[in-house]
């Protein structure tokens, strides 16, 4: 029983690595703003960025796919450990249990920066830490998410479109290469979680009403005329 309250332990701190607000935090530290009341009202790089400035919105962005990486190398390296201190069951095959804890972890941080507990489970839409995520477990899947993200910012300057390709490609990538099961679990949900959060964005995205790059949100020219 002691090593399945650890192990739920451990999946909870990899939720409250994602929670860590940071997009909100840069909003108060700077300005004493609430962020989620400007722009999108997403707490994530690309609101800072129209809200607060792209320095601002470079550390959130870098400190937002740490988290996500942050909580696979904690998995990674807590799983073993805890092993060590608390005798698992003797049904339980630790080689099998790895790479499904690194996978729930994975979860846990997407969804704790998605729906943080310090905001009244709200927040971003978890493309940074999903990135963060991809780079800890597979750098070359993350590389290819991310090289489509680029091409299609490049052509379109859509950051939500851009998002929701990449984390389409990240799902594509980990199915035809050589991963374990739970990895390519974790990377489906989790890149079918990223397309979620942006169902708004995808209705802007039919009507022609998203905003590309260096443009106001129509969250924000409403609320500019109130």
């Known amino acids: ?3 399945w309250i650890a192990s739920a332990a451990g999946l909870a701190i990899a939720y409250l690595f994602g929670a860590t607000p940071t997009g909100y935090l840069a909003g108060k530290l700077l300005r004493g703003i609430d962020i989620r009341e400007h722009g999108s009202r997403s707490t994530g790089a690309t609101n800072v960025l129209r809200t607060l400035g792209k ?15 942050a909580a696979i190398a904690f998995a990674r390296g807590f799983y073993p450990w805890l092993a060590t201190r608390i005798t698992p069951p003797t049904t339980l095959d630790l080689q099998t249990l790895g790479p499904w804890a690194v996978g729930l972890a994975g979860l846990a941080v997407l969804l704790g920066h998605g729906r943080s507990i310090w905001l009244n489970f709200t927040g971003g839409k978890s493309a940074a830490t999903g990135l963060g995520v991809l780079l800890a477990l597979s750098w070359p899947v993350a590389l290819g998410a991310a090289a489509i993200f680029g091409v299609t910012l490049a052509i379109f300057r859509i950051v939500s479109l851009s998002s929701m390709l990449a984390a389409l490609t ?9 991963q374990p099961l739970p ?8 890149g079918l979680y990223v ?6 964005n ?10 590309r790059l260096r443009q106001s949100s129509p969250e924000s ?3 500019s005329k109130i």
């Open 170 to 178: 990240a799902i594509v990538f980990i199915c035809i290469m050589d």
């Open 221 to 223: 020219n409403t609320a």
């Open 195 to 200: 397309i979620m959060r942006h169902r708004a």
């Open 183 to 190: 990895y390519r679990l974790l990377v489906i949900a989790g």
């Open 55 to 69: 320095w601002p919105a470079l550390v959130v962005l870098l400190v937002d796919v740490l988290k996500g990486a």
């Open 202 to 211: 995808i209705q802007r995205l039919l009507s022609g009403a998203e905003p």
């Open 1 to 3: 029983m002691m090593f």
